[in-house]
């Protein structure tokens, strides 16, 4: 019929295998080769190298963080790149760009000695920090406890956002784990080191409560350093079960510095000291004898205790209380060592223990007093009495001989 069926595909597919073939021939391990991309995914970039495809993983664009090829190449882009694997059987081919460049984690520590200062960019900030980039492919952490010396600081973005240009201070580099860590605090002086300098024992200071917890409160009172009030120095005749029931968070309060450790970093203060130690004032100015007046406010199997003054308080054992005075149970007459709460007596001070903290108290010796001062006065009485009868009768008996 003087007809040709003629095909080009079978032309181009046999170019394809020859250009295919001649590439084979030249890729090897460790080879450097040219391509074009050829297209773009997700994970890499494919690079046609004349006839054959390799991979270009985006782990192996470059030594910095890539989160999508298209931040370092685009389709039609010539590259030179580096044969890192070659599978012949399966005609696999994996490429990479970064290696074509020196690594530089492979001489960071001359780079970046300890406690030098660099600036980079911050390429990413997470809760425990900010990753800063210091050239491409080097990358530090500034955690978030090295960004300020004050404790207060809940996130990392409260100090630095991506993009801003920081500096900061090389606090330890690790090679083979390809890690920086770096500093901010480090750029002022910590002010631990000058706090004993700046303050002494027994000086009063001020502070914001920055946190309470069951053993204390902890109080700022400059920024990086704070104290500790223990909730035993809170008050000196307050029972406190928790630091909330005298001060609360974020409140501004005075206390006394009563401890200085800087190289721990500790500082004590106190609350109560802010007033004069009642108990002390109650040793010195009582004594053994004295009588004093209080309440009951709370009971015991052993006694009453009983409030002298606001929070401060004594025993007044049920020894020294009178059978007659003790409050009776209504069922059986059965007799308890206690005494009306609230009531309010005369008490003798029979115990004074200030190492302890301890007052004893008696109404049984208040009752002895008044039943020896009974019988004085009746026996005075009686004295003055028998003296005026002598003196009649002494009288009688003169005027008896006058007569």
Not at 88 to 100: N, P, T, V, Y
Not at 216 to 233: P, Y
Not at 297 to 304: D, E, I, L, N, Q
Request: proline letters at 4%; aromatic letters at 6%.
């Amino acid at each position: 019929r003087n007809n040709a069926v003629v095909s080009r595909r079978v032309l181009l597919e046999n170019e394809q295998e020859l250009r295919k073939t001649e590439a084979l021939a030249h890729i090897s391990e460790g080879a450097v080769v040219t391509g074009v991309i050829k297209n773009l995914t997700d994970y890499g970039a494919f690079v046609d190298l004349g006839g054959i495809d390799g991979l270009l993983h985006v782990s192996d664009l470059s030594y910095g963080n890539v989160t999508h090829p298209s931040a370092v190449v685009q389709v039609g882009d010539q590259v030179t790149v580096k044969v890192l694997k070659f599978d012949l059987e399966k005609e696999r081919i994996s490429l990479g760009l970064k290696q074509m460049y020196p690594d530089p984690w492979s001489n960071i520590d001359a780079h970046y000695p300890m406690q030098s200062r660099v600036i980079g960019r911050v390429v990413s900030v997470t809760d425990y920090g900010a990753f800063v980039e210091l050239e491409p492919g080097v990358e530090g952490l500034i955690h978030i406890s090295e960004m300020t010396w004050s404790r207060r600081m809940k996130h990392p973005s409260k100090v630095v956002k991506v993009g801003d240009q920081v500096e900061a201070v090389v606090l330890e580099v690790k090679p083979k784990d390809r890690r920086i860590s770096l500093g901010i605090k480090q750029l002022e002086a910590d002010p631990w080191t000058t706090v004993a300098e700046r303050y002494s024992v027994g000086s009063v200071v001020e502070g914001r409560v920055r946190k309470l917890s069951d053993f204390g409160a902890f109080i700022e009172i400059e920024e990086g350093v704070d104290g500790l009030v223990h909730i035993s120095d809170m008050s000196w005749t307050t029972r406190i079960k928790h630091p909330s029931e005298m001060v609360k968070k974020g409140q501004i309060v005075q206390a006394v510095i009563l401890n200085i450790d800087a190289p721990n970093r500790r500082l004590s203060l106190g609350v109560k000291q802010l007033q004069p130690d009642a108990w002390e004032t109650f040793f010195r100015t009582h004594q053994i004898g004295d009588i004093v007046r209080g309440h009951v406010c709370r009971s015991s199997a052993f006694g009453a205790f009983v409030e002298l003054l606001p929070g401060f308080e004594g025993l007044c054992h049920k020894s020294e209380i009178p059978t007659e005075g003790r409050k009776r149970a209504n069922a059986g007459e059965i007799e308890e060592p206690l005494l009306p709460i609230g009531q309010e007596l005369d008490f003798k001070v029979i115990k004074l223990n200030e190492p302890q903290k301890r007052i004893g108290l008696s109404l049984r010796a208040m009752a002895d007093d008044e039943e020896r001062l009974r019988l004085e006065d009746y026996q005075r009485q009686a004295a003055i009495a028998t003296s005026t009868m002598g003196d009649v009768i002494r009288h009688h008996g003169t005027q008896d001989d006058q007569n």
